[in-house]
């Protein structure tokens, strides 16, 4: 019976260690979400290059694979990226080890005519963002944002 009761004792703390340190998890990952979307708005590149792998892919909103963060980077430079809002709303998060899943919706403006969206015209979409943590340090490697049909 003391065996029973110290394996159950245990798998619960087990169970709350684990529930607190994705709690943490959590809150880094919505801080980090939060700072790459202020980069955006502020075309800071220095911070996306520490918040997206070399690797960083993305399935954008123009139905196009983009296969690397310089590719972006770029993309940015020609103006796709500039917005004058950029809110994201967070509606779930999942944590697997060294691997997090961040899932909502997007609501941006424009500064500029695109092919997806004019200048000054609100635009919706829908986002998966994948986070791995590397060297200790969480980088996103892949995302996928689609616009909400109206």
């Known amino acids: 019976m003391t065996k029973f009761i110290l394996l159950a004792a245990f798998t619960v703390s087990t169970f709350a260690t684990n529930a607190q340190d994705n709690s943490k998890t959590e809150t880094e990952i919505r801080n980090l979400e939060q700072r790459g ?3 955006v708005l ?11 792998a070399t690797e960083f892919m993305v399935n954008t909103p123009r139905n196009e694979v983009t296969a690397t963060r310089d590719s972006i980077l770029t993309l940015q430079k020609r103006g796709l990226l500039d917005y ?15 691997l997090v899943i961040t899932m ?6 424009s500064k500029t005519d695109t092919p997806a969206v004019k200048a000054g015209q609100i635009m919706k979409r829908r986002f998966t963002n994948i986070w791995m943590k590397k060297n200790g340090q969480w980088q996103q490697i892949a995302r996928h944002a689609s616009i909400i049909c109206q």
């Open 84 to 98: 004058t809002r950029f809110d994201k709303i967070i509606e779930r998060i999942q944590v697997q080890e060294n």
């Open 37 to 39: 979307a202020e980069a």
């Open 42 to 52: 502020k075309g800071d590149t220095n911070t996306l290059k520490q918040l997206w």
């Open 104 to 109: 909502g919706h997007e609501i941006i403006v």
